[in-house]
């Protein structure tokens, strides 16, 4: 196969970039700072030591519930009955009351504006029929986005020794809700709700901080400390950043310094386009002459901003290809390369449209020619 390199802003690409300052000392547990489109973790310390989480628990109990809502298992219209267990849990709560029947929509805020205990066991067991059997589906839902150093024991985040995660899952949970249940997650950002005439506050701070963030939760317990988990936008650019075992009010300027540092220094950038030409090849027998090569889905990455003009790219491919040629089938491969000469990204290269053979004298004709030409090249 012959190999082309396309080097982008070739003149920037000479000139080595100016390093970018260390992240923040948090001096905390653990944290991470993470870009959920493409993946990327920008900062970390300890992401994947286990820790309790506290009320972050509760992000796990709002991604079942907003599954089971989706999937139509149940219904923010239904209106439970509270039990004893969920009237009686201990901690920060909602109100609801024991023999009343209150709607899955207001006890979803409940959870998740006013971090309701009573309202995270209720949604538990109208799911699943017990607190028990939901930590079930909660773990088989870890299980599925790579939540690796994750266990639950509850729907509240009280204190359990086997109700364990860490920062690098609590980021993969964040994204996860934020990227399949956008209107879901749109609670997040709600800075009050009023239950049984009751007003409560979103515990997230962050929301009042600045128009950046929208979300998304607090957490604390003796064992866990202070605990967020924040997320924001600036351009079309978002980051999560998880704190763990920090203070009160030092884990809102530990998420905020996180935010500041990733929006300054790292950039998110679409590279390629889908179905965006990359390259033509010439069509041997065919009844179009060329044929372009291109990608499935975009390239999308979050670099170092003085790193995004250092970039090179390599196609993979043949110079020329026989008819038939179908749609979609694989062309080559297309890498990107930083200016360390390390490969970011590989990935397939398709043909973008189909191209018919010639009859079978004309095709005949035109593989005899074409072999001709290659004795002379």
């Known amino acids: 196969m012959n190999k082309i390199k396309i080097y982008l802003a070739l003149a920037f690409s000479l000139v080595a970039g100016a390093a ?9 547990g653990s944290y991470i700072l993470y870009e959920p489109n493409t993946k990327k973790i ?11 989480p506290a009320s972050l628990t509760k992000l796990m109990t709002s991604y079942v519930v907003a599954d089971y809502i ?4 149940i219904s923010l219209e ?73 266990s639950f024991n509850n729907a509240t985040g009280l204190p359990d020794p086997l109700n364990v995660t860490s920062a690098y899952d609590l980021a993969l949970l964040t994204s996860a809700l934020i990227n399949e249940f956008p209107e879901h997650y749109k609670l997040y950002s709600q800075k009050s709700f009023t239950f049984a005439g009751i007003k409560q506050q979103n515990r997230n701070r962050l929301l009042w901080r600045s128009d950046i963030f929208d979300g998304a939760k607090t957490g604390y317990t003796q064992a866990a400390g202070y605990c967020l988990v ?27 310094a996180l935010m500041d540092y990733g929006f300054r220094y ?3 950038e679409k590279l390629f386009s889908e ?19 291109g990608l499935k889905e975009d390239i999308i990455l979050t670099l ?50 189909s191209v018919e053979e010639l009859g079978f004298f004309q095709r005949l004709i035109a593989i005899l020619w074409n072999w001709i030409k290659s004795l002379f090249n």
Not at 20 to 28: R, S
Not at 319 to 338: E, H, K
Request: overall charge negative.
């Open 20 to 28: 970018i300052p260390n992240p923040p000392d948090l001096g905390v």
């Open 42 to 52: 920008l900062v970390s310390f300890n992401a994947d030591e286990p820790v309790e």
């Open 70 to 73: 989706k999937e139509d298992f």
């Open 78 to 150: 239904d209106a439970p009955k509270i039990s004893v267990k969920a009237w009686k849990t201990e901690g920060s709560r909602m109100f609801i009351q024991e023999g009343k029947k209150v709607k899955v929509s207001d006890l979803i805020k409940g959870m998740i504006i006013q971090s309701g205990n009573d309202a995270s066991v209720a949604l538990a067991e109208h799911a699943a029929g017990s607190e028990e059997n939901f930590a079930y589906l909660m773990n088989g839902y870890a299980s599925e986005l790579g939540m690796e150093n994750t």
């Open 230 to 256: 924040g997320s924001a936008v600036r351009g079309d650019m978002r980051l999560v950043a998880v704190v763990l075992g920090s203070e009160d009010d030092k884990r809102f300027n530990d998420v905020s």
């Open 266 to 268: 790292f950039t998110t």
């Open 275 to 293: 179905s965006e030409p990359i390259k033509d090849l010439r069509v041997v027998a065919g009844k179009s002459d060329y044929v372009s090569i």
């Open 304 to 353: 170092q901003k003085d790193k995004r003009d250092n970039l090179s790219f390599e196609v993979s491919a043949g110079s020329q290809i026989l008819a038939p040629i179908t749609a979609y089938d694989s062309a080559g491969t297309l890498r990107v390369i930083d200016d360390e000469n390390n490969v970011i990204v590989e990935t397939e290269l398709v043909y973008l449209d």
